[in-house]
């Protein structure tokens, strides 16, 4: 990379930009996410700085809902990271605490990108949403597995090696001309192979554990109710986390439940849950 | 058995959304969802802090042409799961009794 302290988040159409104090932590920031070089400008860019420090502080689940702060300045988790950002030139200027930065509980400071991704998205006007899912692309076919920790949605990655897995923790439900499609993130499961791609959105599955593989309908409510539990709140970092975000969460909820198949599917720890997937294809209980 | 002649109404309840012949309830601190299926969803559009357990009972009973017993049991089952979910509460001192 021209610079050695930038990290460029690339996250569907939109990339995020850091800027960070040393190389070091921009090789720690390049290796963990798996970055390649990535040309052109980002569409917001944060100068990251490190603090030392954090091991006081109890690291919270949420970076969302520990938000605090306004007129685009945050502080989230109890100081772990505060900052500021502009959304109206897309700079902004984050400080985050080392231990945040630290294997594993750099996952919650992913949560800081994921407002930072919907922020650049806000920016281009790009309608994305990242989902707490697995995503395979299978003969050109997006699928999305859906399910809290715990359910399966590493097992199926697992399970779907001949296949392209975007990833088994955070994809992107991309829409655009009226049509959804999966993607890959860059954020990280505990399946590291994950690979580019991007399919129509085919059918989504709501997982949970079988003693055989079986596939049942569900009813709208529970389908729209999953879903909403497992999109990540659209929000940017010059926004306020407030009740009002999931309202729009439910609005998107129901409009994925509008133009994708929804469904539950039962499995085993096996790769045979691909062979019930085809069978509803083929009685056409799936368009 | 919860008192009959207890009046139920909603509390801690953010945004109700009806979506087929479900209802989706956001709620609480957490913003917790719970889903009612047509029954359940039936039964929370007759909580509207004036009807007592009785009344909303029979009218359970007249809806889906069920037994009173059946209909007391039922719904009171459901009441209770939300009373215990923390999205109904009753009104102590509106207590009515009416003979059935």
Same mark, same amino acid.
């Given at each position: 990379?021209?610079?050695?302290?930038?990290?460029?988040?690339?996250?569907?159409?939109?990339?995020?930009?850091?800027?960070?104090?040393?190389?070091?932590?921009?090789?720690?920031?390049?290796?963990?996410?798996?970055?390649?070089?990535?040309?052109?400008?980002?569409?917001?860019?944060?100068?990251?700085?490190?603090?030392?420090?954090?091991?006081?502080?109890?690291?919270?689940?949420?970076?969302?809902?520990?938000?605090?702060?306004?007129?685009?300045? =945050?502080?989230?988790?109890?100081?772990?990271?505060?900052?500021?950002?502009?959304?109206?030139?897309?700079?902004?200027?984050?400080?985050?605490?080392?231990?945040?930065? #630290?294997?594993?509980?750099?996952?919650?400071?992913?949560? =800081?990108?994921?407002?930072? =991704?919907?922020?650049?998205?806000?920016?281009?006007?790009?309608?994305?949403?990242?989902?707490?899912?697995?995503?395979?692309?299978?003969?050109?076919?997006?699928?999305?597995?859906?399910?809290?920790?715990?359910?399966?949605?590493?097992?199926?990655?697992?399970?779907?090696?001949?296949?392209?897995?975007?990833?088994?923790?955070?994809?992107?439900?991309?829409?655009?001309?009226? #049509?959804?499609?999966?993607?890959?993130?860059?954020?990280?499961?505990?399946?590291?192979?994950?690979?580019?791609?991007?399919?129509?959105?085919?059918?989504?599955?709501?997982?949970?554990?079988?003693?055989?593989?079986?596939?049942?309908?569900?009813?709208?409510?529970?389908?729209?109710?999953?879903? =909403?539990?497992?999109?990540?709140?659209?929000?940017?970092?010059?926004?306020?986390?407030?009740?009002?975000?999931?309202?729009?969460?439910?609005?998107?909820?129901?409009?994925?439940?509008?133009?994708?198949?929804?469904?539950?599917?039962?499995?085993?720890?096996?790769?045979?849950?691909?062979?019930?997937?085809?069978?509803?294809?083929?009685?056409?209980?799936?368009? | 058995?919860?008192?009959?002649?207890?009046?139920?109404?909603?509390?801690?309840?953010?945004?109700?959304?009806?979506?087929?012949?479900?209802? !989706?309830?956001?709620?609480?601190?957490?913003?917790?969802?719970?889903?009612?299926?047509?029954?359940?969803?039936?039964?929370?559009?007759?909580?509207?802090?004036?009807?007592?357990?009785?009344?909303?009972? !029979? !009218?359970?009973?007249?809806?889906?042409?069920?037994?009173?017993?059946?209909?007391?049991?039922?719904?009171?089952?459901?009441?209770?799961?939300?009373?215990?979910?923390? !999205?109904?509460?009753?009104?102590?001192?509106?207590?009515?009794?009416?003979?059935?």
């Amino acid at each position: 990379m021209g610079n050695k302290r930038a990290c460029r988040i690339k996250t569907g159409s939109v990339v995020i930009g850091l800027t960070c104090d040393t190389a070091d932590v921009a090789d720690n920031l390049n290796t963990y996410f798996g970055l390649s070089e990535c040309t052109g400008p980002p569409d917001i860019d944060i100068s990251l700085h490190v603090e030392p420090g954090g091991n006081e502080i109890d690291i919270p689940g949420s970076l969302f809902t520990t938000k605090t702060g306004g007129r685009g300045g =945050f502080i989230m988790g109890g100081g772990l990271v505060r900052g500021a950002f502009d959304p109206r030139n897309g700079s902004g200027e984050v400080f985050v605490k080392e231990t945040l930065l #630290e294997v594993p509980v750099i996952k919650v400071f992913e949560q =800081f990108l994921f407002q930072a =991704f919907y922020s650049a998205g806000k920016r281009n006007n790009y309608d994305a949403l990242l989902v707490h899912a697995s995503g395979v692309i299978r003969r050109r076919k997006g699928f999305l597995f859906v399910g809290a920790s715990g359910k399966g949605k590493t097992t199926i990655a697992r399970k779907s090696g001949e296949y392209i897995v975007v990833n088994d923790e955070i994809v992107l439900v991309e829409k655009a001309d009226d #049509e959804y499609f999966l993607r890959g993130t860059p954020f990280n499961g505990l399946f590291r192979e994950k690979a580019g791609g991007k399919a129509p959105l085919t059918c989504c599955f709501l997982l949970d554990h079988g003693k055989d593989h079986r596939i049942e309908e569900i009813s709208q409510g529970e389908a729209i109710k999953t879903v =909403f539990q497992e999109i990540v709140p659209p929000v940017g970092l010059e926004d306020r986390f407030s009740q009002e975000v999931y309202m729009e969460i439910l609005d998107r909820a129901e409009d994925l439940y509008r133009m994708v198949p929804i469904k539950k599917l039962l499995f085993r720890p096996d790769a045979g849950f691909w062979n019930v997937i085809d069978d509803i294809y083929r009685q056409g209980r799936v368009i | 058995m919860i008192d009959p002649g207890l009046v139920p109404y909603r509390r801690n309840v953010f945004h109700v959304r009806e979506t087929g012949n479900e209802i !989706l309830i956001i709620s609480g601190k957490r913003n917790e969802i719970s889903t009612l299926n047509s029954v359940g969803s039936f039964i929370w559009k007759c909580i509207d802090g004036e009807r007592s357990l009785e009344e909303i009972y !029979l !009218l359970v009973c007249e809806e889906f042409d069920v037994p009173k017993k059946i209909a007391c049991r039922d719904t009171g089952r459901f009441i209770e799961q939300l009373k215990k979910k923390s !999205l109904i509460a009753f009104r102590q001192d509106e207590k009515i009794s009416k003979e059935i």
